[in-house]
């Protein structure tokens, strides 16, 4: 069955701008996680949707990033005013369910350069 | 809070030698144990897991134990092949207690075989 799927796969933007990321998790997956993978802080937790309880944004870095999930399926991770340290790939990932021994199953990502 | 320590790469070996990638973690929880693999220009992928103390994940020839005594996930191989080379992830999945499990990841360590 299909993956994970994430779009754009690639955006550049300028500083200063607002982008939007898009993540189509597996169907019938009830959890939904993004992730932020950069050089030099590694692969790290932003947010965790399950179902419709309120969601896990322990792992945002600022109040510039904000994320949705509509209907229980597509997410949209959005940024606004950009930073160049906001440069990464970000990477969503989704598992049947929200106990600790489910699988995480990753999209491609999506690179951001913001120049 | 929860950490992951795998050893620093690059890890350059020949076709058919052993590998060994250490991985060592600190969790507040009884967290599961993965090791994730991202082969050049793909997404992360899961490689095994191990939800237990002394379950031994295993695939493709790659096998890692959950030793809590030691609280150590070391990944091995007794025969690499150049289709090995990629980045490998130790990660665990504990309560963040904000709500939700989450994937705490090591910062990878890059192997490459040559023939």
């Known amino acids: 069955g299909a993956g994970v799927s994430q779009s754009p796969s690639n955006k550049v933007t300028e500083k200063g701008k607002d982008v939007e990321l898009r993540c189509d998790p597996i169907?019938?997956?009830?959890?939904l996680y993004w992730y932020r993978q950069s050089l030099g802080q590694g692969l790290e937790f932003l947010i965790y949707?399950?179902?419709?309880?309120?969601?896990?944004k322990s792992g945002l870095p600022s109040d510039r990033f904000s994320a949705e999930r509509t209907g229980g399926s597509v997410s949209t991770l959005t940024i606004q005013r950009t930073q160049q340290e906001d440069s990464a790939v970000y990477l969503c990932?989704?598992?049947?369910?929200?106990?600790?021994?489910?699988?995480?199953?990753f999209g491609p990502g999506t690179r951001l350069t913001v120049l | 809070g929860d950490s992951v320590t795998q050893m620093e790469g690059p890890v350059t070996l020949s076709e058919e030698a052993f590998l060994t990638i250490n991985c060592t973690y600190t969790?507040?929880?009884?967290?599961?144990l993965f090791w994730y693999v991202q082969y050049p220009g793909e997404g992360l992928q899961l490689l095994l897991k191990?939800?237990?103390?002394?379950d031994k994940g295993s695939n493709k020839g790659f096998e890692a134990t959950y030793r809590k005594e030691t609280t150590s996930f070391h990944l091995e191989k007794g025969s690499v092949q150049v289709s090995d080379s990629a980045v490998y992830f130790c990660?665990?999945?504990?309560?963040?207690?904000?709500?939700?499990?989450?994937?705490?990841f090591g910062k990878g360590t890059k192997l490459s075989v040559i023939p």
């Open positions: 969790a507040t929880g009884y967290p599961s």
């Open positions: 169907s019938g997956h009830t959890a």
């Open positions: 949707f399950q179902g419709n309880s309120a969601p896990d």
């Open positions: 990932a989704s598992s049947a369910g929200q106990r600790g021994t489910d699988t995480q199953y």
């Open positions: 191990a939800t237990k103390a002394d």
């Open positions: 990660a665990l999945k504990d309560w963040t207690g904000a709500g939700s499990y989450q994937l705490t």
